[in-house]
């Protein structure tokens, strides 16, 4: 059993930076993929980045490439989501999860309750 708490959400400029940080228990950690997903109102939830387990390999969403970074610390648990140049469109709750592999990232096994990130313009 893996439980994921996520941080780092709040209101921001549009053209500011946040980062999220996502600390997951239990000591397999390091074995898990490591996903961010967002969901905006009225909207389904999306696919934003993923990491290996080694974080050797990332993914993004297009809307994520060149603005974001996920990165993580096997030491401390914790996988990060920089999000810079932010818009209005990435208003949203953004949720960290953990999946056996990066191909089933989508899927994921254990999901966060989210934050939320709130971009004015």
């Known amino acids: 059993q893996v439980q994921v708490v996520e941080s780092g959400g709040g209101l921001v400029q549009s053209g500011g930076s946040l980062r999220l940080s996502c600390v997951a228990s239990g000591r397999t950690f390091s074995s898990y993929a490591m996903g961010w997903f967002r969901q905006a109102p009225g909207k389904e939830r999306e696919f934003v980045a993923a990491?290996?387990?080694?974080?050797?390999?990332?993914n993004y969403a297009d809307s994520a490439k060149g603005r974001f970074t996920i990165s993580r610390d096997n030491a401390k648990n914790t996988v990060y989501l920089q999000m810079n140049s932010l818009k209005p469109e990435d208003t949203a709750v953004y949720y960290c999860n953990a999946a056996r592999a990066l191909q089933v990232i989508k899927r994921g096994d254990y999901w966060g309750q989210g934050t939320q990130v709130t971009v004015s313009s």
């Open positions: 990491i290996s387990s080694s974080g050797g390999t990332t």
